[in-house]
């Protein structure tokens, strides 16, 4: 079996979690380890986990717009961050706004891209959060050509 060890640039403001991750799997995926993907987000109602996001800043959660769309009241709607497990909470917040992409199409999923806005922003000391990385705003093209 031949395995993958993600690493980040270690002066990085982003994609770096204090703990490595190697993986060995895509398909079929694995349990992932404590503390590896410090910017998972778990979506929530009351309890119920919904869905995912990844942090994109102490206070923004990036996720898919399907899984907003029907949403009644942001009162009742809780992320959790700083762990890989539903049931562990280290953080978690209410739920200020949320902005779904104005051109959204549910029928073909067309532009299914939300961001959540947090009520107060999260403790970014915490050794087990980070923020995800995104792409330059010059990017037009993914995976850029140069990746190999």
Known sequence: ??????????????????????????????????????????????????????????????????????????????????????FIIRQQRTVSRIYIHHDYDSTNLVNDIAIISLSSPIDMNDSSISLICLPSIKTTEYPPMDIK
């Not at 991750?21 to 993907?37: F, M, N």
């Open 1 to 86: 079996v031949t395995a993958l060890v993600y690493s980040c640039l270690p002066n990085s403001t982003c994609g770096c979690s204090s703990n490595s991750a190697v993986l060995s799997k895509i398909v079929g995926g694995e349990q992932a380890q404590t503390d590896t993907w410090g910017w998972i987000a778990s979506i929530r109602i009351g309890n119920s986990h919904i869905c995912g996001g990844s942090l994109i800043s102490s206070t923004l959660v990036l996720t898919a717009a399907h899984c907003l769309r029907t949403i009644k009241s942001i009162a009742s709607l809780r992320v959790n961050v700083g762990s890989n497990y539903l």
